[in-house]
């Protein structure tokens, strides 16, 4: 049976363009986006590793090689049932810093164009047999069905259709961003097609060809050879090393890489794609033995790479050779078009652009698409053209196992990206090199040479043949011994940069730590920004991508805090990075948005992107990592519910930290605080804190704030914050600062209620005193007022009056200083000047009306002229508290002796008595509240600690001084009365 | 709160089913199974195997996601 050339030629025409169709449709939306998105497309989608070579070589390989034809598939399956250590963290790097392929990934992780330009170059040279292959395979199938040679022009209609798809729908956007959903879609399709191809060939080679199961198993046991056939050359032939070489093109192959990461919709499908695209596999290679053994069975006269058409060719439906056919069209043109989109993209960044980066006038964008669009047809007639020169009965396996021990060499670098930091770009180069060379020596020369492209005396493999050894196991295991000695030897020897380190840090699996941004964007806004980009990007361009940039990150065009512009930046970068490369991206920053160098960036600058970072990768993180980050969250956790204000600032007084205490405080919220500086938050905040900042005070106590009409008070610390980074700060150098604010409002509020009870208390036990002295001077005032009603004589009755005047005085100034001493006070409302010696007499005469202060011999020596400052009242509880606790202690005649003196700064009160004195374990807890030695109902407890508590309030201090037996002597010491303290006091 | 699986623990049992895979396709092992008398589909059957525990595997950590 042959088929005409037209019916092959317009069935293939009309299957690419129902691709054409599928793409379109995808592209428009009238596909759902999550059809696109589910797993299973992105799965089906991997197909695309499944090239005319599985479609059709994998018979011929399994008759010359047996099951090792397996070990092409095995190899994916461990590299897929690795994703988590592997692929996963491979697409997370992708995805992060906007890397569309293995040029990009080498080139970002290296910091090195050149490693970048020698990736993609080696890429071209061992991808191009592999694409003459696709086209090779198309026509020879087409020769096959018809029986004559198809003419060239055939070959040449095939790659200008894969031209015109590749860039219809592979090259419509510039950005890695926009994902191309219809390529996605028709690659899934290409698989689908090819698998279904596939098990419908190989249901027809068991019950059309061997009538069903039975017969097959029937010639199997009549024909062992078969089977041995397939078991022999596992365990003699180079079947570990097809593994491995597979392993490596699992994820490294360019077409592999741009599907499985370049491409990938959602982030959850590679963990199906784990096992399935392992199944897909498996599927598509289970027919391949009852088609070889049915190839057999017919004893068909053909090549064996090509019974997968053969036996449909004999005596099948007239449809499945053609449907055969159009599964390895599909082969073909879903190989040719990805791994084209992927090399173009490849060879924009790293050769074309770094060799001539377009004039700022033009449209880059427009310049970006053509040029890669131009790239691909480029591409895809180089393949053409070595189609034309390659030897065409080197075998389907042949070429495509030059481009598998290609993509190999990449492994070592693939180490470095991921597990070794100190792999440098020294050593990526030179091994990429020594494996390179072996590579060309011994696989791409006999090639060219088998092809007639170059003239040379070398034939390795004869010579290889003649040593007994297996080309493969030779070629891999040398090339790669070469290569990883080199990166290995070099990297050690050699140093990175600092941007290599950098690098190393972002890419490392260990260490998903997020690297801190260091120093300050000379811009300001992103204004300047866009600015700053015009002069390489273009103006429109520059405006855009600034833009974008906002728009990812959430800020708004005004944003001037340095902290975000640095976000800013590194975001433009990684958007750059995905049009035109990781390390012209890298350059073009570094020119045009130019980092202050002056400006030394503290660790606390990168706190916010940090966090941010961290909470990203949280899940990936494992060990070590995964507890600090535990234990980062704990503290952070901490630091945020304290009930006190938190406020940490970098050393430029930019804040990073802002609690929720101190958002309840202030009513700043913290992404108000955030980033900006101390002086320009919200008055009075900005003032306060900055003026703390600034100061030379680690403590500020007491400092009263008006907030909405109401006084607040409040007690404020602060700690320097030395920088891991700066470990010896030079002199003068700004550190962080943290700011506690502790606010003592209600605190304050509550101890005047309590010193306001303890004052009522005393008014209390004084109550008895003051009945009987104000009983006497009435008493006296009501005699004479009886003697009045008799008396005549005016000058008695003058005599009687003034008398009268005299005790109602003496009732008004017990009265008055009862009600001085009992009011409520507000909190440190009652600052001001007053005489000492004024207080002193007064609280003295309150004391002698107690029962206690008639007991004792009360004496004073106190100069009149010493003034102080402070809350008088409070001053006055002070000492009533003493001489009320000093009269208690006396015994009945006992003197109790009160002296105040100014000495140095300060002013002296001592309070001694000839009691019974303080035990000294007594001694230690007399200040605190509610101790008391006292009976019940005759102290509170609270006397002494308030006494304690408002003495500190005045920058005083109390001592005790006491002997058993002898007396007791309470010092106080406070300060005398300047303009410095009348200051203190004020704040 | 239902625990979720530790990502560590899910790196070292794909760590665990990958030496599996190895061991049972790149050991002398191989010879065990490449021998003349076993029906032509074990290795595809042993390859199942290996799929469906990192299919079991991936269902096991599915929450643990990027």
Redesign the interface.
């Known amino acids: 049976m042959t088929y005409e050339l037209e019916i092959l030629f317009g069935a293939s025409l009309l299957y690419l363009l129902i691709l054409f169709l599928i793409a379109y449709i995808t592209d428009s939306g009238l596909i759902p986006d999550s059809w696109t998105s589910n797993p299973f497309v992105y799965v089906l989608s991997l197909g695309v590793y499944a090239t005319t070579w599985s479609y059709y070589g994998s018979v011929g390989f399994a008759q010359r090689e047996g ?1 090792q034809f ?2 092409i598939y ?1 190899g994916v ?2 590299a ?6 592997l692929l ?1 963290p491979i ?2 790097l992708t995805r992060d810093y906007q890397l569309t392929s293995p040029a990009d990934l080498f080139a970002f992780r290296y910091r090195s164009q050149l490693a970048g330009a020698l990736v993609t170059l080696f890429m071209l040279v061992g991808t191009l047999p592999y694409i003459a292959l696709q086209i090779r395979a198309v026509t020879a199938s087409i020769r096959v069905l018809t029986q004559e040679v198809p003419p060239q022009l055939l070959a040449l209609g095939f790659c200008t259709m894969l031209i015109l798809f590749a860039i219809m729908f592979g090259a419509r956007h510039v950005s890695p961003r926009d994902k191309h959903r219809g390529l996605v879609a028709a690659m899934a399709f290409e698989s689908l097609v090819k698998l279904t191809v596939l098990l419908l060939v190989g249901g027809y080679a068991v019950f059309g060809v061997f009538s069903g199961p039975g017969e097959l198993s029937r010639w ?1 046991t009549e024909h ?1 050879e078969a ?2 056939a ?3 050359p ?2 003699e032939g180079p ?2 090393t097809l ?1 491995f070489l597979s392993f490596c093109a699992a994820f490294l192959l360019p077409r592999q890489f741009h599907m499985t990461f370049a491409e990938n919709l959602s ?2 499908s590679i ?2 794609a ?2 399935g695209f ?2 897909l596999l ?1 599927l598509l ?2 027919a391949i ?1 009852p088609i070889l053994w049915a190839g057999e069975y017919l004893q068909l006269d053909m090549d064996a790479d090509y019974f997968v058409l053969g036996i449909t060719l004999a005596g099948g439906p007239e449809w499945l050779p053609v449907l055969t056919f159009i599964g390895g069209v599909s082969a073909a043109s879903a190989m040719v078009i990805v791994t084209t989109l992927a090399l173009s993209s490849m060879s924009m960044n790293h050769l074309l652009l770094p060799a001539s980066y377009p004039d700022p006038k033009l449209d880059i964008y427009y310049w970006l698409l053509w040029g890669r669009r131009l790239l691909i047809a480029v591409i895809i007639m180089a393949g053409f053209v070595f189609y034309e020169l390659l030897e065409h009965n080197q075998g389907l396996v042949q070429l495509g196992l030059i481009s598998f021990v290609a993509v190999a060499q990449f492994l070592p670098g693939i180490i470095g990206v991921l597990y070794w930091r100190r792999a440098n770009r020294i050593g990526f180069i030179a091994g990429l090199l020594g494996g390179i060379s072996v590579w060309s020596m011994t696989l791409l020369l006999p090639v060219l040479k088998n092809s007639g492209i170059i003239e040379t005396s070398i034939d390795i493999p004869a010579l290889l043949q003649t040593a007994g050894q297996d080309q493969w196991q030779f070629v891999t295991f040398w090339s790669l011994a070469i290569n990883g000695l080199l990166f290995t030897v070099f990297s050690l020897i050699t140093r990175q940069t600092p941007e290599e380190q950098q690098a190393a840090r972002a890419c490392h699996m260990g260490n998903t730590m997020p690297v801190p941004l260091e120093g300050v964007v000379a811009a300001g806004s992103p204004d300047q920004f866009a600015q700053g980009l015009s002069s390489t990007l273009g103006q429109d361009a520059a405006q855009k991508e600034v833009a974008q940039a906002l728009e990812d990150l959430g800020m708004p065009w005004d944003e001037t805090r340095p902290s975000e512009l640095r976000r800013l930046r590194e975001r433009i970068e990684r958007n750059l990075s995905g049009m035109i490369g990781p390390q012209m991206a890298h350059m073009i920053i570094n020119q045009q948005l130019a980092m202050n160098r002056q400006a030394k960036t503290a660790l606390a600058n990168s706190i916010r992107y940090i966090e941010e970072r961290l909470e990203e990768s949280r ?5 070590l990592n ?1 507890d600090l980050d535990t234990l980062r969250r704990y503290h952070r956790q901490i630091l945020l519910d304290l009930p006190l204000g938190v406020c940490a600032v970098a050393p430029d007084h930019t804040v990073v930290i802002w609690n929720l205490a101190q958002e309840v405080i202030s009513g700043v919220e913290s992404r108000q605080a955030l980033g900006r500086k101390l002086n320009s938050l919200p008055p009075p905040w900005g003032e306060m804190l900055a003026g703390f900042a600034l100061s030379q005070d680690e403590h500020v106590p007491h400092m009263g704030v008006n907030l909405d009409g109401r006084k607040r008070w409040f007690n404020l610390h602060k700690a320097t914050i030395p920088d891991p980074d700066l470990m010896m700060p030079e002199a003068g150098h700004k550190t962080g600062l943290v700011i506690l604010l502790e606010d003592l409002t209600d605190l304050e509020t509550l101890e005047a209620e309590v010193a306001h009870s303890d004052r009522l208390a005393s008014i209390g036990r004084l109550a008895a005193g003051v009945a009987h002295e104000i009983g006497n001077p009435v008493t006296g005032i009501a005699s004479l007022a009886q003697n009045l009603r008799e008396e005549q004589e005016p000058k008695v009755i003058e005599e009687s009056i003034e008398a009268i005047l005299q005790q109602t005085r003496r009732i008004s100034g017990i009265v008055h200083s009862l009600m001085n001493y009992s009011r409520s006070g507000s909190v440190g409302a009652e600052y001001g000047t007053f005489n000492f010696r004024e207080i002193i007499d007064e609280s003295t005469s309150l004391v002698r009306l107690t029962r206690a202060g008639k007991q004792v011999d009360c004496s004073i020596s106190c100069p009149d002229e010493i003034m102080l400052i402070g809350d008088r009242q409070r001053l006055s509880q002070v000492l009533v508290n003493l001489l009320t606790n000093a009269c208690d202690a006396s015994f009945q005649g006992g003197k109790v002796e009160i002296f105040a003196f100014e000495e140095d700064n300060e002013v002296h009160l001592e309070v001694m008595d000839q009691g019974q004195g303080i035990p000294e374990e007594i001694q230690q807890s007399m200040f605190e509240p509610f101790f008391t030695t006292k009976q019940p109902g005759e102290g509170t407890g609270l006397g002494l600690s308030m006494a304690h508590k408002i003495i500190q309030e005045h920058n005083g201090r109390i001592e005790v001084d006491s002997i058993t037996g002898v007396g007791t002597r309470i010092a106080v010491h406070l300060p005398r009365h300047t303009d410095q303290q009348n200051h203190a006091l004020k704040r | 709160m239902p625990n979720r699986p530790d990502p560590e623990q899910q790196n070292e049992h794909t760590l665990l089913l990958a030496f599996f895979g190895i061991f049972l396709f790149g050991s002398p092992l191989t010879l065990l199974w490449a021998s003349d008398n076993n029906p032509w589909f074990l290795p595809y059957l042993l390859w199942l195997l290996v799929i469906l525990i990192g299919a079991l595997l991936s269902r096991h950590y599915r929450h643990h996601d990027l």
């Open positions: 099951f397996l070990a095995l399956t461990i897929f049932l690795l994703t988590p250590v996963r697409l997370q199997l062992p089977t041995r397939l078991y022999e596992v365990r079947w570990f593994i982030l959850r963990r199906t784990s096992w392992p199944l498996l290679n289970l033995p899940s990936q993180m494992l060990g995964a």
